[in-house]
């Protein structure tokens, strides 16, 4: 029976039959087609001829290089909604490449089955906000928009420093990112730094927290970034059951961790921007850290769009200076910048009067400045368990300058010149989940590993891993099934060939493989939506099969191709909740063969353990 269900190739949306598990706490679900794709990037439909992940300019016209449109295989975030007439629409980012491309989509729902099959597809028009920069995971927030952020925020200080085009290219690391929006923006090709002074003088636009909110019935949207929330790479942002906390992580290397208190309930465009400190008590397992907040400002939407409408610009904030080693002139303080190895540690010194636009437009700088930590590397995402109370949040690898005075387990200054060094633990390429404490008020107070990958320096005999297939391997997106001690963990790895969902029992402390992809691939946007019209959704994503490893193969007899999945699995709700209680699926052993790695593997089954209580998990290390 194992061979036969390995060799479901879910995009073709072949249903498998099987037996419930031995016990006498399970029961059979018996309203579940298994996973199925929704759609896949480059599809059309009869209203909509452009290809699905289409990237569009600043006038709406698709983007085209050498003769082609340009067509993003990278959907993120992909949230569900249904309006109060039962209508079912999708809203999609794409993460790359730059402009970054958002669709709504009108979705066909199944009555028998809940699955879901387009009806139209329509691109969003970013221009009101400078256009949409690299936007990664997401949330939805209790008022039911779509929650996201804009990754890997352009340079400011690199073009506000720069003299030359070179010292920009060498200061930035590379210009593919930024060339996206000069195409979006209609500059040149042949570009000079005086052309991108000129056109591109507002990177201060990107980097933002984002809403995107449907409007009635027709699948209209509104677009909002909200300035307010501070300027880093968003990984995701997320509201917590007061409607005023919001928790945001910060992907890259040298980062650090968010919360934005608004003054109003589920209106972000006005409040208080906070930075963590961490103090270190163990280096076991990931850490064991106590948290500490240190208020940067308060400010509003309207007060920092018009600082960008008047141009501000690096130099208007901070006088800099690169740092001689551990030295700074005399009134500056040092810091370490994000990619701190690559670009060296920096002297500050705060202007007069720019404490705001510090704090908004600079925030990770600010923060460090200021003393904050900023050690963070690849922080993922992050989501909130209403029974235990806890966050968890995901660290995709444990590196850099989160070790202690080391690079990858070997000795080195590169990463802990100008920081504080508060977070030292060992080297784990295969990363950790890490549960959060929160005291009654919504603070975050303490953070330590709760399940973390197992490096080895070879895994199962393949060269390419160094994470045990039997653990998580650079995890990314998160998210726990409300009320049933499950969280589900996707990942991004690069340390093994295949990429995995896994389901954890957050009682037992045990993984189950529920769901894997083709060659080089990435899971995205794991996520639970209740009652969509009496079903219930965890959705997936997998963007670039083929993009991370394994290239060759792409054109192999048993590869589905180089586009992008978006699907779910469905669940009747009314038998959910008949049936309460915790929802678990079959295990699947990671993709050994060939023929395995080129496809979407998961099991068509799943059942309903009775849940047992939450006592000992609750408030629990």
């Not at 000069?182 to 002074?197: A, R, V």
């Not at 990463?415 to 060094?421: A, L, R, V, Y």
């Not at 996520?527 to 670039?544: C, E, F, G, K, R």
């Amino acid at each position: 029976m194992i061979a036969s269900v390995l060799a479901v190739c879910i995009v073709a949306a072949v249903a498998m039959t099987a037996s419930a598990q031995d016990g006498p706490y399970i029961q059979t679900l018996d309203n579940f087609p298994g996973y199925k794709t929704t759609f896949r990037t480059g599809d059309k439909t009869p209203t909509y001829p452009m290809a699905v992940g289409t990237t569009y300019d600043k006038d709406m016209n698709p983007i085209v290089v050498n003769g082609e449109n340009v067509v993003s295989n990278n959907p993120d975030f992909h949230s569900i909604h249904v309006t109060p007439g039962g209508n079912v629409y999708s809203l999609t980012q794409f993460e790359s490449p730059n402009p970054a491309g958002f669709i709504v989509t009108k979705l066909d729902q199944d009555k028998d089955d809940g699955s879901l099959t387009p009806v139209w597809h329509k691109p969003v028009d970013w221009s009101a906000e400078g256009g949409l920069w690299i936007p990664c995971a997401g949330s939805i927030t209790s008022t039911g928009s779509h929650a996201g952020g804009e990754e890997y925020e352009p340079d400011a200080m690199c073009l506000g420093t720069a003299e030359s085009l070179e010292d920009l290219k060498k200061c930035v690391g590379g210009m593919g990112k930024w060339e996206g929006m000069f195409q979006y923006l209609g500059m040149p090709l042949n570009y000079t730094l005086e052309d991108i002074k000129e056109n591109f003088k507002y990177p201060y636009h990107y980097g933002h927290a984002f809403e995107v909110t449907l409007n009635g019935e027709d699948g209209d949207v509104t677009v909002a970034k909200h300035y307010a929330m501070g300027r880093h790479s968003y990984e995701l942002w997320m509201v917590m059951p007061d409607n005023v906390t919001a928790y945001s992580t910060d992907d890259g290397s040298s980062t650090a961790f968010w919360k934005f208190v608004a003054d109003a309930p589920n209106n972000f465009s006005s409040g208080i921007l906070y930075g963590a400190k961490f103090y270190q008590q163990s280096a076991d397992y990931g850490g064991d850290f106590i948290i500490s907040w240190i208020p940067l400002a308060h400010g509003n939407q309207a007060e920092i769009k018009a600082m960008l409408a008047a141009g501000i610009t690096f130099t208007d904030i901070f006088d800099f200076e690169m740092a001689d080693e551990t030295q700074c002139p005399e009134g500056y303080r040092i810091i370490s910048p994000r990619d701190n190895a690559m670009k060296g540690a920096e002297c500050l010194k705060l202007k007069s009067g720019m404490e705001k636009a510090a704090t908004f437009l600079e925030s990770r700088r600010f923060l460090a400045y200021l003393g904050g930590t900023v050690e963070m590397t690849k922080f993922e995402g992050i989501t909130y368990d209403p029974i235990t109370g806890k966050l968890y949040a995901a660290m995709s690898q444990v590196r850099y300058s989160m070790e202690d005075f080391k690079h990858k387990g070997s000795s080195s200054t590169a990463w802990d010149i100008g920081g504080t060094n508060n977070v030292r633990v060992p080297y784990n390429p295969c990363g950790c989940i890490y549960a959060i404490d929160l005291s009654p008020d919504m603070n975050a107070i303490r953070m330590y590993g709760e399940v973390c990958g197992v490096y080895q320096s070879e895994a199962h005999g393949r060269s390419l891993g160094v994470c045990d297939v039997a653990g998580i391997s650079e995890p990314d997106n998160v998210i726990v099934l409300p009320g049933q001690a499950t969280l589900i963990i996707g990942e991004d790895t690069g340390t093994v060939e295949h990429d995995s969902l896994w389901e954890y029992d957050l009682r037992t402390k045990t993984l189950k493989r529920i769901f894997s992809t083709p060659y080089g691939a990435e899971t995205t946007s794991p996520y639970w939506y209740d009652d969509i019209n009496d079903w219930s959704y965890l959705t997936a994503a997998i963007q670039h099969p083929y993009g991370e490893s394994a290239r060759e193969k792409a054109n192999d007899p048993g590869s589905l191709g180089l586009a992008g999945w978006v699907g779910a699995w469905a669940f009747k709700t009314s038998e959910l909740n008949e049936k309460n209680g915790s929802l678990e699926f079959e295990a699947i052993p990671p993709p050994y063969l060939d023929a395995e790695k080129h496809q979407v593997r998961a099991y068509a089954a799943a059942y309903i353990r009775t849940l047992v209580p939450y006592a000992d998990v609750a408030g629990s290390e």
